[in-house]
């Protein structure tokens, strides 16, 4: 899941200034589940919009905003609003700020909520960021736990000199990365594992903005 936050009110009211009649679109997905951009919000986000003196002349909720044939249809079925709308505002990650960016050529696009990070979602209200998406995953060798993603420095061949009594020298309330694979390893009879090198990443996999294209779907 992509893990959002709400941006203050005053940051998003400010973006709109010039525009009276505004047009709110959610996600059904990531936002809707970390309950930042789902229906519920964005009814608030209309009440907030009005209650600041705007002209909310519609809302929709897109099943994943990111999905440019999901976006597209749903905002046909709100064309009629969306002609009068002079601003459109986003309550998803910046992918599905820009989808809808892209799906409407001609219309200011706006984001309410900041994009933060790839997660794992522990319970409703508690998310910890688990993938930096660093295109060569090492998982296999590792537990399923992501030295990439849990340790600080990224190190890939075991603990740095700083880890003290287990626990991380950058994040002290946190357990060093490289013990959590090592018990993680011996827990599931792999701790043969540790002995495989890590070769450096090839960071030009990291590399911006990244495109896939499988063909015609
Ligand atoms: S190694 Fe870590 S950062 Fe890379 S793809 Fe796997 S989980 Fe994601
Ligand atoms: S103590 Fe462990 S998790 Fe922290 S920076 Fe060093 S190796 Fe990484």
Redesign the pocket.
């Known amino acids: 899941m992509i893990v959002t936050e709400q941006k203050a009110f005053t940051e998003v009211n400010e973006s709109l200034v010039g525009h009276q009649k505004i047009f709110v679109i959610g996600c059904g997905s990531c936002a809707t589940a970390w309950h930042t951009g789902g229906e519920a919000e964005v009814k608030e986000m209309v009440e907030k919009l009005q209650g600041a003196g705007k002209t909310c002349i519609g809302w929709a909720i897109s099943e994943e905003t990111c999905d440019e044939r999901k976006t597209r249809r749903e905002l046909r079925a709100h064309s009629s609003e969306l002609a009068e709308a002079e601003g459109v505002l986003v309550m998803s990650c910046g992918a599905g700020v820009q989808t809808t960016a892209l799906v409407l050529e001609d219309k200011p696009v706006y984001p309410a909520l900041n994009a933060m990070f790839l997660a794992r979602l522990q319970r409703l209200t508690r998310a910890d960021e688990?993938?930096?998406?660093?295109g060569?995953?090492?998982?296999a060798s590792t537990g399923g736990l992501?030295p990439?993603?849990l340790c600080p420095k990224e190190l890939l061949n075991g603990p740095c000199g700083g880890y003290n009594h287990g626990m991380c020298e950058v994040n002290p309330d946190r357990e060093c990365a490289w013990v959590s694979i090592y018990h993680r390893l011996q827990r599931i009879g792999q701790l043969d594992r540790l002995h495989l090198i890590q070769s450096p990443k090839d960071q030009s996999k990291r590399g911006h903005p990244r495109l896939v294209d499988k063909g015609a779907a």
Not at 130 to 134: A, F, I, M, T
Not at 136 to 139: G, T, Y
């Open positions: 688990r993938c930096l998406l660093c060569e995953c090492i998982l992501c990439v993603t």
